[in-house]
C-alpha cells in the first residue's frame, strides 16, 4: 500500500494523518515534501498520526526524525499520535521513544502544545 498524507487544523495545532507504508522512495519523500509544506505555510505545531501506518523502515524512521529537526528550527514541535506496535517497537528499539512525545489520545496531545 502507498503512503497517503492529509492534514488538518485542530486549532492552533496541523494533525496530518498518515497512512500505509512509510518507506524508502515515495513514503519517506511524501513525509518529507508534506512537512516541509506545512512549514513553509508557517504551521509548526504538528502532530503526525501514524495510526494507519502499517510500517516503516530504516529510511522512514531516518525521515520521521529528520522532519522533527527541521520543525525544531523554527522553533515548533512534531508529536507522534496513535502508534501501531511494529511503529512503537521500532522506536523503542532504536531509542527514539526518548526524543517523541508519543499520545494515544488527539485531545491531549492537541492541549499539550499550549
Do not use: C, P, W
Not at 49 to 71: C, K, M, P, R, W
Not at 82 to 88: G, I
Request: aromatic fraction near 6%.
Amino acid at each position: 500500500m502507498v503512503m497517503r498524507a492529509t492534514y488538518r487544523d485542530a486549532g492552533a495545532v496541523t494533525v496530518v494523518d498518515i497512512g500505509g507504508r512509510i518507506t524508502l522512495g515515495e513514503g519517506s519523500a511524501l513525509l518529507r515534501s508534506t512537512v516541509k509544506d506545512l512549514l513553509a505555510e508557517g504551521r509548526n505545531k504538528i502532530v503526525l498520526n501514524l495510526g494507519d501506518v502499517n510500517y516503516i523502515d530504516s529510511s522512514g524512521i531516518g525521515e520521521l526524525v529528520t522532519a522533527f529537526t527541521a520543525v525544531k528550527k523554527t522553533g515548533g514541535d512534531m508529536k507522534l499520535l496513535h502508534l501501531t506496535k511494529k511503529v512503537h517497537d521500532l522506536l523503542q528499539l532504536t531509542k527514539l521513544f526518548t526524543v517523541f512525545e508519543v499520545f494515544s489520545d488527539e485531545n491531549v496531545v492537541v492541549g499539550s502544545f499550549q
